[in-house]
């Protein structure tokens, strides 16, 4: 397996998930996740992570993440955010890792609330200057993990995405509408979009939709591929409930630049 770890490299690539506006459809962003080679053992990005973090790895495999994925950014339009998870066991590696001119507003960094980052001074120190450099910091897989409304108070993230725990058979479950109609009222009074993540079933959709949640990816509306989904998606049909959110962040400021140029 060492041997195999070192030769890696040449067959890891970056898929790209939808991330869609649950009002319109239209495609706003993908999720860059990292993959090994089709039919390897190192296709699953746990498996990778888990073998590099053994063989002593680890930053090497974050770093050829990063890279992967931001040059997928130069795949997608103009008005679409990347998505890019951020392992934070490796701060001191670059965000930007061997890509020029990267456009940080447009590159949303990821960090998931099951990885310790409430008590990681260097973390938040770090997250400060992601913020300050222009990228808009996302709280990852919230709701599967135990810190709460404990991570958002710390990281103040401008995106929080819910995780597929919380999701799965939500409209069949009042608790979990509950939970999820007051974690996006709560987003919406701090200016927090809020993308529900593990959306597989037009039943989840709909009752996402009812609690207030504006944006979602899952299966139902594309898996990850090597190409970027550029078309919009077909919604189920669903009535849209007046519920006031927030837009990711400087969407408003494209579009008042898009209409101004006649687009």
């Not at 040059?71 to 997608?76: A, Y």
């Not at 590696?93 to 447009?106: A, D, L, N, Q, W």
Request: glycine letters at 10%; hydrophobic letters at 45%; a negative charge.
């Amino acid at each position: 397996m060492y041997g195999e770890m070192k030769d890696l490299g040449h067959e890891l690539w970056s898929a790209l998930q939808p991330i869609i506006d649950a009002d319109t459809g239209q495609v706003v962003g993908h999720e860059a996740l990292l993959r090994g080679g089709p039919g390897t053992s190192w296709e699953s990005p746990g498996v990778l992570f888990a073998a590099a973090t053994r063989l002593g790895y680890r930053d090497i495999l974050e770093a050829n993440a990063r890279r992967l994925a931001l040059q997928r950014l130069g795949d997608l339009p103009a008005h679409q955010f990347l998505f890019m998870n951020v392992d934070v066991l490796s701060l001191d590696i670059p965000t930007v890792v061997g890509v020029r001119e990267v456009p940080s507003h447009r590159v949303a960094l990821e960090l998931s609330e099951q990885q310790p980052v409430l008590d990681n001074p260097l973390l938040l120190q770090q997250v400060d200057n992601w913020r300050a450099a222009g990228h808009p910091i996302a709280l990852d897989d919230y709701g599967a993990g135990y810190m709460g409304p404990g991570a958002i108070l710390t990281l103040r993230p401008d995106i929080l995405k819910l995780d597929r725990a919380i999701i799965v058979d939500i409209d069949s479950d009042r608790w979990k509408q509950e939970v999820v109609k007051a974690v996006a009222a709560l987003c919406h009074t701090l200016g927090i979009a809020v993308i529900a993540e593990g959306v597989e079933t037009p039943g989840e959709f709909v009752a996402l939709r009812q609690a207030g949640v504006r944006y979602a990816q899952g299966f139902l509306f594309g898996r990850p591929e090597r190409r970027p989904r550029l078309e919009p998606v077909a919604l189920p049909e669903h009535p849209l409930p007046a519920h006031r959110v927030v837009e990711l962040p400087g969407r408003r400021r494209h579009d008042r630049v898009s209409e101004q140029a006649g687009g």
